[in-house]
């Protein structure tokens, strides 16, 4: 399993940014998949999530009305769509899966997934 981020880049405040990770050597019908963030100073958060069989969707409470996960399985890549962004989004962004189960839900925790992009870096400043 690899994943490869891209998308990030400097925005200003109030703008958006789509973020894309290319998953290769998984499906998404098996894998969990997810968004993180580390701003300096701080530790890895999670951001969004997709379950792998109910497709359910979970954010943070910070980016929830914002922020969009999504896949599209012809590409196997997953995005993420951030609105309104502020400078409190300022981070890298990792994308992560996982094959854990048999939970169907979402995982949040960064010790829950097994596999990790190499991250993108997000600046929201004017």
């Known amino acids: 399993?690899?994943?490869?981020?891209?998308?990030?880049?400097?925005?200003?405040?109030?703008?958006?940014?789509?973020?894309?990770?290319?998953?290769?050597?998984l499906s998404f019908?098996?894998?969990?998949?997810?968004?993180?963030?580390?701003?300096?100073?701080?530790?890895?958060?999670?951001?969004?999530?997709?379950?792998?069989?109910?497709?359910?969707?979970?954010?943070?409470?910070?980016?929830?009305?914002?922020?969009?996960?999504?896949?599209?399985?012809?590409?196997n890549t997953v995005y993420l769509r951030m609105n309104r962004l502020n400078p409190e989004d300022t981070a890298v962004y990792y994308c992560a899966a996982t094959a854990r189960g048999p939970y169907n839900g979402v995982y949040r925790r960064t010790v829950d997934y097994q596999y990790w992009g190499q991250g993108t870096l997000v600046t929201v400043s004017s």
């Open 29 to 75: 019908d098996d894998y969990h998949m997810g968004w993180f963030r580390q701003a300096p100073g701080k530790e890895r958060e999670f951001v969004a999530g997709m379950s792998r069989s109910t497709r359910a969707l979970s954010y943070a409470d910070s980016v929830k009305g914002r922020f969009t996960i999504s896949t599209d399985a012809s590409k």
């Open 1 to 25: 399993v690899q994943l490869q981020a891209s998308g990030g880049g400097l925005v200003q405040p109030g703008g958006s940014l789509r973020l894309s990770c290319i998953a290769s050597g």
